[in-house]
């Protein structure tokens, strides 16, 4: 199948390449956010501390469902990825489907991340470090075409992914060890 790369995503992988080599910094290049939209923090996702009853969903995640959020994670490497999609997860994670199987180590706060509805057969490179997405939330149990349980999605438009530049994950990671 040839793909053909639309200015958005030729550009997201240009700047990608660069990072990767050490020749740039990541650019801006998301859709206009909603005024609406809802910063969500994996750390937001579970009430803690565990109680009795094991992980339960935070009121903060039930509330974002339906809605446009804003999320920064890091896109899992599979050894093995789908077409339109991929797992964003609080921390680097790289799989390996085929020696593990089943036996993966996906933090409980994984959210399944599907590319816009044009980019369905596409399959994504890794992208290394922190990457800031945007799109609409949807919370609750989903079974997928090849048996994984997803319980928090997050559907991307197709512009809905950039790189944060080096000011913004200053700022990301100084919030998350500042927290109060």
């Given at each position: 199948?040839?793909?053909?790369?639309?200015?958005?995503?030729?550009?997201?992988?240009?700047?990608?390449?660069?990072?990767?080599?050490?020749l740039?910094?990541a650019?801006t290049?998301?859709?206009?956010?909603?005024?609406?939209?809802?910063?969500?923090?994996?750390?937001?996702?579970?009430?803690t501390?565990?109680?009795?009853?094991?992980m339960?969903?935070?009121?903060?995640?039930?509330?974002?469902?339906?809605?446009?959020?804003r999320?920064?994670?890091?896109?899992?490497?599979?050894?093995?990825?789908?077409?339109?999609?991929?797992?964003?997860?609080?921390?680097?994670?790289?799989?390996?489907?085929?020696?593990?199987?089943?036996?993966?180590?996906?933090?409980?706060?994984?959210?399944?991340?599907?590319?816009?509805?044009?980019?369905?057969?596409?399959k994504?490179?890794?992208?290394?470090?922190?990457?800031?997405?945007?799109?609409t939330?949807?919370?609750?149990?989903?079974?997928?075409?090849?048996?994984?349980?997803?319980?928090?999605?997050?559907?991307?438009?197709?512009e809905?992914?950039?790189?944060?530049?080096?000011?913004?994950?200053?700022a990301?990671?100084?919030?998350?060890?500042?927290?109060?």
């Amino acid at each position: 199948m040839t793909v053909t790369l639309n200015r958005p995503l030729r550009h997201l992988l240009a700047i990608t390449a660069a990072l990767w080599l050490g020749l740039a910094q990541a650019q801006t290049m998301a859709a206009a956010v909603p005024a609406d939209s809802i910063e969500l923090r994996f750390a937001d996702f579970f009430q803690t501390p565990v109680g009795p009853k094991g992980m339960e969903m935070s009121e903060a995640l039930r509330q974002a469902d339906g809605h446009a959020v804003r999320l920064v994670g890091y896109m899992v490497q599979q050894e093995l990825p789908q077409p339109g999609r991929f797992m964003l997860t609080p921390r680097p994670v790289q799989m390996s489907e085929h020696a593990d199987g089943e036996a993966d180590d996906l933090p409980a706060a994984t959210v399944m991340v599907y590319l816009d509805a044009s980019q369905q057969g596409w399959k994504l490179a890794h992208a290394r470090g922190l990457l800031e997405l945007r799109g609409t939330l949807s919370v609750g149990r989903f079974e997928e075409a090849d048996g994984r349980v997803s319980w928090v999605r997050l559907q991307l438009a197709p512009e809905g992914v950039r790189g944060m530049n080096s000011f913004e994950v200053a700022a990301y990671l100084h919030g998350q060890q500042h927290r109060h």
